[in-house]
């Protein structure tokens, strides 16, 4: 039952039962009104006729036929009358003297038991004169046919006669009037309640119009239309819930306006940040960058430079949100554009800050860290702009890298004019460097205590030996087991690089310039982006195939090749990006004289292999296990190498690797 | 993605299901329904035609170990001929080529079914 059917049968309810009570009240009111004065009219009709008999006693004492007819032409309601009986001598007692239709008869028999005990409480009280009392009984003979109904009786004793003067009349006939009220009264409520009916409807239904228009745009809304609204002319509280419901679409269009921007700006901000880490003869590198917030203003980058040097890059912008990223992919672009045209971190320093100074908010700066690793000198050069100092760890012992004695420390976009120092440090093997914003030092505990520099040492000094992949993991987690909370306000960024041999030639896919994919002896870089549906790796598989053979794999190890790309791209679709059209599958295919690599890129958690266990045909064939999952078992059997690498909130990167012979 | 196109030839206790096109996760219907059609004609060898088909991934493979413990439950044999050198290496990876053992051509095929 609807809400508005039940308010109406509760408001009928209520309507019904208040007229009724009322109606019944004053039916019973006025039927008890009306029986007094039926009484009194009969009692009054008794008097008058004992006052007519003294009247006519007065001169001859004789009950005259005058009399008689007078006391004859009484009447009571419709068939009441005036009986007079005879009291004595004994031998008329209970002779009517008068009567409508039955003079001369004697009464006092069983046959009228009322009149049986008139005459007896008269007689017991001595027969005085006036005794009177009222007398209700019931019509035992045929009268009328009125027989069996209810009579109210008075009687009075007038002793000079002996007459017992009885007026009586039938209750009903008095009651009648009663009944014309009642039956005014029934009409009374039945038009009351009609009209009451008809007005709670009426209410009831305008109080539930803006209800309904409520339920049709949540629909709407539910459907995706926020532009919907409702009309309110209501001023009760179903218009307030109305007025509010459209505050709510209007602050819900705001907010997912707000997060659609936060996505476009998270989207920009990934797609700035390096996917992975280059891979270097010599050099290992892992970076991991966690954003506070769903937009953070962390950076870090690698500068693919000329000759066998590497540029990275690590900062921070001092706004975070949708502001943050815009600046952070500002300071990244001039950045890297600084670094295509100078040779020394502070002149890379020094020309993006000319640059942001005029293009960032006032109140915004950039704090940057620039280091060039140049592999023929084995040399750190760095220059810092306002960033925390980066750590070095070698031989067990973990320090800040020198600072500049002579040189600004602003960082960018501050001041027009700042001269940056270039430093340098010497590289030794098995050094390991730690570069990283202020995120995780500046993380509390609850006694407010900062996790610090010190504590920050101790942890690279502890890990400096544990294997590299997870070390930034590894030194986060030990500042979250210092604070005890995990929801780190600032941004988090992470880069460490750990020296294994020196004066290795630096020839890793990474250092590729746009030059080179002209030349057939250098590598090339191809770069493709899918949507996330099946059917699409076919391009991938093709592209990386064409590669294959421009650089001169075997027909056999293409189509290997082939199988593999085909195979990395379905997971990456169906189970990385879970199929859904929006979410792009990019596929880096890059090729060097000694091999090829394909690089997959998805937005899912990631799969090792280490977690597959190798399918089993047999079980497969009994039914035992899904026909699927041979994916993986594939791919690592058709190449040379297969890494998974899974980046907090970036997703996942599957990377295949296949030597030229 | 080419749709897989399946012909079946049935002849006494034989079918030759002939397969043109790709081989993954939407050929399942066709073939399945292939076999199926070939065993209602009591065929107790079936035999694929993989000479025109010019990809198979994973899931096409599943489709063909579907068909394996269908095959298997119901007694019929499974043979194969036509697979590129590249797909008979990734059937016999996966230790397929144990179960459907491939022929080079129709003929040696339709011989082992005896």
Not at chain 1, 166 to 191: C, H, N, P, Q, W
Not at chain 1, 392 to 399: A, E, I, S
Not at chain 1, 559 to 565: P, S, Y
Not at chain 2, 80 to 109: C, R, T, W
């Amino acid at each position: 039952m609807t809400l508005r059917a039940k308010l109406i049968l509760m408001a009928l309810l209520e309507i019904i039962l208040t007229v009724s009570i009322v109606g019944a009240v004053i039916y019973r009111e006025s039927r008890k009104e009306i029986e007094t004065l039926a009484r009194d009219l009969i009692r009054a009709r008794t008097e008058f006729a004992y006052a007519l008999c003294e009247r006519y006693d007065e001169p001859d004492h004789q009950a005259t036929a005058e009399l008689k007819d007078e006391i004859r032409k009484v009447r009571i309601a419709a068939d009441g009358y005036i009986a007079v009986i005879q009291n004595a001598p004994a031998e008329q007692k209970g002779v009517l003297v008068i009567h409508p239709i039955d003079e001369g008869r004697n009464i006092n028999t069983p046959e009228f038991p009322h009149i049986q005990e008139i005459i007896q409480s008269i007689d017991a009280a001595g027969q005085s004169d006036r005794y009177a009392g009222y007398k209700d009984f019931i019509q035992t003979t045929e009268a009328r046919g009125r027989q069996g109904e209810k009579k109210i009786g008075y009687y009075m004793y007038y002793k000079p006669w002996d007459w017992i003067l009885l007026s009586t009349a039938y209750e009903s006939d008095i009651f009648g009037r009663a009944d014309a009220v009642k039956g005014r009264t029934i009409i009374a409520i039945a038009f009351i309640g009609l009209a009451a009916i008809f007005l709670v409807t009426l209410s009831i239904r305008k109080m539930f119009g803006p209800l309904r228009q409520l339920t049709e745009l949540t629909h709407k809304v539910a459907e995706g239309n926020l532009d919907a609204s409702i009309v309110v002319e209501s001023k009760d509280e179903i218009g307030a819930l109305a007025r509010s419901f459209n505050f709510m679409l209007r602050s819900l269009k705001q907010n997912l306006r707000i997060s659609q921007e936060f996505d476009i700006a998270r989207r920009m901000q990934s797609e700035m940040l390096p996917k992975t880490a280059p891979q270097i003869p010599g050099l290992r590198i892992e970076a991991c960058s966690l954003p506070a917030t769903e937009v953070g203003g962390d950076f870090y980058d690698f500068l693919p430079l000329d000759g066998n040097r590497l540029g990275i890059v690590i900062g921070d912008v001092s706004g975070k949100g949708v502001s943050g990223a815009m600046v952070m992919t500002g300071a990244l672009s001039a950045i890297r554009f600084a670094a295509e045209e100078n040779q020394t971190t502070n002149e890379i320093l020094q020309r993006s800050n000319r640059r942001l100074v005029n293009d960032i908010q006032v109140n915004m700066f950039v704090a940057v860290f620039c280091g060039i690793l140049d592999l023929e000198k084995n040399v750190l050069y760095y220059s810092n702009a306002g960033q925390t100092m980066p750590m070095l760890c070698r031989q067990g012992r973990v320090g800040f890298l020198p600072q500049s004695e002579n040189g600004d420390r602003f960082p960018l976009g501050i001041r027009p004019q700042v001269k940056f120092e270039q430093m340098q440090i010497a590289l030794q093997p098995d050094d390991l460097l730690v570069f990283y914003t202020d995120g995780i030092v500046d993380m509390v505990n609850g006694a407010v205590e900062p996790f610090g520099f010190e504590r920050l040492q101790e942890s690279i000094k502890k890990h400096a030996n544990s294997s590299l992949h997870d070390l930034p993991q590894r030194l986060i987690a030990d500042a979250e087991a210092y604070t005890g909370v995990k929801d780190h306000i600032d941004d988090l960024t992470l880069m460490v690089v750990k020296v294994d041999e020196l004066n290795a030639p630096l020839k890793s896919e990474s250092m590729v310039s746009d030059k080179a994919v002209q030349d057939d002896e250098t590598p090339g870089e191809v770069r493709l982006s899918l949507p996330s549906c099946l059917g699409y790796e076919r391009m991938a598989m093709d592209a990386a195939a064409a590669m294959a053979r421009m650089m001169g794999f075997s027909a056999e190890r293409i189509e290997d090749l082939r199988t593999a790309v085909s195979e990395t791209c379905i997971n990456a679709i169906e189970h990385g990006n879970k199929l859904n059209a929006a979410s792009r599958v990019d596929v880096l295919i890059r090729s060097n004289p000694q091999a090829l690599t394909v690089q997959v890129f998805d937005n899912g958690p990631g799969f090792a292999s280490a977690t597959q266990a190798v399918p089993q045909l047999e079980k497969k064939i009994r039914g035992e296990d899904d026909p699927r999952g041979w994916g993986l078992f594939l791919v690592e059997k058709l190449v040379d190498q297969v890494e998974f690498k899974t980046m907090p909130k970036l997703g996942h990167v599957t990377t295949l690797m296949m030597k030229l012979a | 993605m080419e749709e897989i196109q399946v012909t079946l030839r049935l002849e006494e206790k034989l079918a030759v299901v002939d397969l043109s096109g790709d081989v993954t996760s939407l050929a399942e219907k066709k073939l399945l329904a292939a076999y199926d059609k070939a065993v209602a004609q009591k065929a107790k060898c079936i035999i694929f035609n993989f000479s025109s088909v010019n990809y198979i991934n994973s899931a096409g493979m599943s489709v063909m170990i579907t068909l394996l413990t269908r095959s298997q439950n119901q007694g019929v044999t499974l043979r194969a001929f036509g697979l590129s050198s590249h797909f008979q290496k990734i059937f016999d990876m996966v230790g397929l080529l144990k179960y459907i053992p491939h022929f080079d051509n129709e003929n040696e095929a339709r011989a082992s079914c005896g």
